[in-house]
C-alpha cells in the first residue's frame, strides 16, 4: 500500500518517484526507503532490553506461525515483520506478545453519532494501513500539501512495521454515562461489560481508570508502538481526547508456546500457566465470546473482554525482603521459576505436598496457589501484561509496577473472583497497590473490504 494512488509518488520538488522506494510512509514494510541504519542507533538504544519473541504472519491473532528470538536490532529480523490487521479476531490477543506497549483510553466528546461512526471507520484504515508499516494517511507524513499539517506524524518514517498490532475496545460509559443512553447502543450493551467492583486495597486514581474507548498498541519497537496511538489520537481530534495512557516495556507474559516466560520487576517468573495461542479449544472456552453468550450483544461474538489494571509495587520494602520470603510469597523458586514443591517451571504444583513442620510446602495464601485453576473451579484467563517505570514519587521512590492486560469471555465469572480472592488473600498484596482500572469490550476483527471494527454494534 502506498500513499499515492495514482501509482507514483510526487516529490516536495515536483518529480516523481517509485513508490517503492518514495512513498510517504518509507515503505517499511518491505523496507524501501529505509533510512541506513547499520550501527547503534539513539532510537534502537531506547528500545534496547529483553526484546520478546514474536511470529511472522499471524492472520489476526487466528492462525499461528512458528516464533523465533528477534535479533537484537528491532529493526531487522523477525520482530520487523508486520502482523496482519484483519481477522476473525482482533490481533494483538494470542498474537505472541510483542516487547513494547502503548495504551490509551479515550473520552468521546461529542454527541454525534455519525462522527463516532465515521471515527471508527477512519481508525480502522489507518490501522491497518500503521499495521503493514505505511504511514496513518494516505500522503504519508512528508507528501501532502506544504499549506496542510501532513496525514501522518512522522517519527515512525522508515521503520518497519515491528510486529504492531493495534487493539480496539469500547469501555461502558460509550453505552450509558450517568443514566443517559449517548448514542442509542444502551439496549446493545453487553451483560459481561460490567462495572468493575471496588476490590479490597484498591486505591485507584479516576485520571488512570475508565473510558469510553480504548487502543492498545503492541510492537517491538517502542516508537512504533507510540506512533500508532498518537496518530489515532490525531485522527480522532474533536470527537475523542486522550482520558490516560500507560507506556510498557518487557511483556510479563508469553502468549506462545515458542516463547520463553519473562519476569516481572520482583524478579520472579509469573504466570507460566498462561493460555496459549496453540490451545483453539481452551481459547474457545475461556477467551472468545461464543454466538449464544448475550443474545441482546450478538455483535460481539467472536470478540473478547479486556481488563486493564494499573499495579504499583513497593520496589524498595519488595528489595528488603529476605529470598526466603519473597519465595514463600510468590510459591515458586525465584531462579527456575519451579513451584516450590520441585521440578521446572512447567511442572504442575503439588497443592497437596508438606514439609518437615508438616505445613503445605506451597503456603495458602501464596501467590501461585489463589491464582491457579485448581483454586479458581478451573477457570483461565489469557494474560498479556507489561513493566512499566514512570519515574519516581514526591518521596523518591521509583513509581513502578505492572500494567496488568487479561482477555477473558466473561469477567463476571473469570476476572473478578479471581481478583476478590488475590486482593483479599494473596500474600503477594502487602508489596502492591492498584491504582489504575478498565474493562472493555473488544468486538470481533474485520475480514471483508472495507469494513471496520465495531461496525456490527452500529448495525
Not at 472468545?288 to 470478540?303: F, H, L, R, S
Amino acid at each position: 500500500m502506498d500513499d499515492d494512488t495514482t501509482g507514483e509518488t510526487v516529490e516536495r520538488d515536483g518529480s516523481t518517484a517509485d513508490p517503492a522506494t518514495a512513498s510517504g510512509d518509507g515503505a517499511g514494510a518491505a523496507g524501501a526507503g529505509k533510512p541506513d541504519r547499520s550501527g547503534v542507533s539513539r532510537r534502537w538504544l531506547l528500545g534496547a532490553g529483553a526484546v520478546g519473541a514474536a511470529a511472522v504472519g499471524v492472520a489476526a491473532g487466528a492462525t499461528i506461525a512458528s516464533a523465533s528470538e528477534p535479533e537484537s536490532n528491532p529493526s531487522e529480523g523477525a520482530a520487523a515483520g508486520a502482523v496482519p490487521f484483519r481477522g476473525e479476531h482482533q490481533a494483538g490477543i494470542v498474537t505472541p506478545a510483542q516487547d513494547r506497549l502503548h495504551f490509551a483510553a479515550f473520552d468521546v466528546i461529542t454527541d454525534d453519532r455519525e462522527k463516532l461512526v465515521e471515527l471508527l471507520q477512519k481508525w480502522s484504515a489507518a490501522a491497518e494501513r500503521m499495521t503493514e508499516g505505511h504511514s496513518a494517511g494516505t500522503t504519508g507524513a512528508m507528501n501532502g500539501p506544504l499549506d496542510a499539517p501532513p496525514a501522518d506524524t512522522g517519527e515512525a518514517y522508515g521503520l518497519p512495521p515491528s510486529q504492531l498490532t493495534i487493539t480496539i475496545g469500547f469501555g461502558p460509559t460509550l453505552f450509558t454515562k450517568d443514566g443517559q443512553d449517548r448514542f442509542g447502543l444502551a439496549e446493545r450493551r453487553p451483560e459481561a461489560l460490567i462495572d468493575l467492583p471496588h476490590f479490597p486495597a484498591d486505591r485507584l486514581d479516576p485520571a488512570r481508570s475508565g473510558g469510553d474507548l480504548c487502543v492498545q498498541a503492541c510492537a517491538h519497537d517502542p516508537q512504533v508502538a507510540v506512533h500508532a496511538v498518537r496518530n489515532l489520537a490525531r485522527i480522532g481530534f474533536g470527537v475523542v481526547s486522550v482520558r490516560w495512557s500507560q507506556l510498557g516495556f518487557g511483556r510479563t507474559s508469553s502468549t506462545s508456546t515458542a516463547q520463553d516466560t519473562p519476569r516481572n520487576l520482583f524478579g520472579f517468573k509469573d504466570g507460566t500457566a498462561n493460555l496459549k495461542a496453540e490451545e483453539p479449544d481452551l481459547l474457545d472456552e475461556f477467551i472468545w465470546v461464543g454466538k449464544g453468550d448475550d443474545p441482546a450483544a450478538a455483535w460481539m461474538a467472536g470478540g473478547s473482554y479486556l481488563v486493564s489494571r494499573r499495579i504499583s509495587m513497593h520496589i524498595e520494602t519488595w528489595d528488603r525482603t529476605s529470598m526466603r520470603e519473597q519465595e514463600t510469597i510468590f510459591g515458586r523458586d525465584k531462579g527456575e521459576g519451579a513451584p516450590l514443591t520441585g521440578g521446572t517451571e512447567f511442572t504442575e504444583p503439588d497443592f497437596d505436598a508438606e514439609g518437615p513442620d508438616g505445613e503445605p510446602k506451597i503456603a495458602l495464601m501464596s501467590h501461585v496457589r489463589l491464582a491457579h485453576p485448581d483454586d479458581n473451579d478451573g477457570v483461565q484467563i489469557l494474560r498479556r501484561g507489561y513493566n512499566f517505570t514512570d519515574g519516581t514519587d514526591g518521596l523518591g521512590r521509583l513509581d513502578a509496577g505492572l500494567f496488568f492486560i487479561a482477555f477473558v469471555r466473561d469477567p463476571r465469572t473469570q476476572y473478578v473472583p479471581m481478583q476478590t480472592k488475590l486482593s483479599r488473600d494473596d500474600l503477594l498484596m502487602e508489596y502492591l497497590v492498584h491504582t489504575g482500572s478498565g474493562l472493555f469490550a473488544v468486538p470481533p476483527g474485520v475480514t471483508g473490504p472495507g469494513r471496520w471494527v465495531g461496525q456490527d454494534l452500529f448495525a
